[in-house]
């Protein structure tokens, strides 16, 4: 079965602090893992996906095998990151499942 | 710029009628996607299909039906709506592999 686990609901950091976002998963082949991000009346869209291994807008997020993780972190946090991000994973046959997804609010 | 349309913003249905959410994207992509999003719960998939007539359950099938007649088209279905299907719906759309999915705008859907 394939699984996405978020275990923070709310995230409230201050700007210019660091924060990671949890991802851990569950799925015995091998995974596509991506973060989405939707920001406040807009759209779902991609944030990044673990294949591209790059930083968009300042996040990355690396795929650990060993601890089934796949965090997202920004070193120094922005007012505009305050927005809703889902984990996401698509195993073999291509179903592709959400975690319950992380509010983040950067405080001024 | 790819498009994912779904047919209606809103959407306000009485218990027991029949309710079809229409999703439509532009990018001939093989794969669509049904999802509910509520506060709490995250994303849950309903149903996809990989290609036209061909369609999978997700994980939280029941009182939903799909429909894929043609590529570009996914319909959603409920049966005889009722009221804890009140949600916000998400339609995607993907190429197979390793690509990202699209979403539509999402219906708001209250059952009353």
């Known amino acids: 079965a394939q699984r996405v686990t978020q275990p923070e609901k709310l995230l409230s950091v201050f700007k210019g602090a660091p924060v990671e976002l949890k991802c851990n998963y569950s799925?015995?082949?091998?995974?596509?893992l991506f973060w989405y991000v939707q920001y406040s009346r807009q759209r779902l869209q991609l944030l990044l996906r673990?294949?591209s291994r790059e930083s968009i807008k300042g996040f990355t997020a690396d795929l650990n095998k060993g601890e089934t993780s796949f965090h997202l972190k920004k070193p120094f946090a922005q007012e505009e990151d305050s927005a809703m991000y889902y984990c996401?994973?698509?195993?073999?046959?291509?179903?592709?499942?959400f975690g319950k997804g992380t509010k983040l609010t950067v405080n001024p | 710029d790819v498009k994912v349309t779904q047919s209606s913003r809103y959407l306000v249905k009485r218990t027991g009628e029949k309710v079809f959410l229409e999703c439509v994207q532009d990018m001939d992509h093989e794969n669509m996607f049904w999802y509910r999003q509520d506060p709490g719960l995250g994303l849950r998939l309903i149903y996809f299909?990989?290609?036209?007539?061909?369609?999978e359950k997700g994980d939280i099938p029941e009182g939903y039906s799909v429909s894929r007649e043609k590529k570009e088209r996914f319909s959603l279905i409920l049966e005889s709506a009722s009221t804890n299907q009140t949600s916000m719906y998400l339609c995607a759309s993907s190429f197979r592999v390793g690509t990202e999915a699209f979403f539509g705008q999402g219906t708001r859907l209250t059952v009353v």
């Open positions: 673990h294949i």
């Open positions: 799925y015995s082949g091998s995974p596509e």
């Open positions: 996401a994973l698509k195993g073999g046959s291509e179903k592709l499942v």
């Open positions: 299909s990989y290609d036209v007539k061909m369609k």
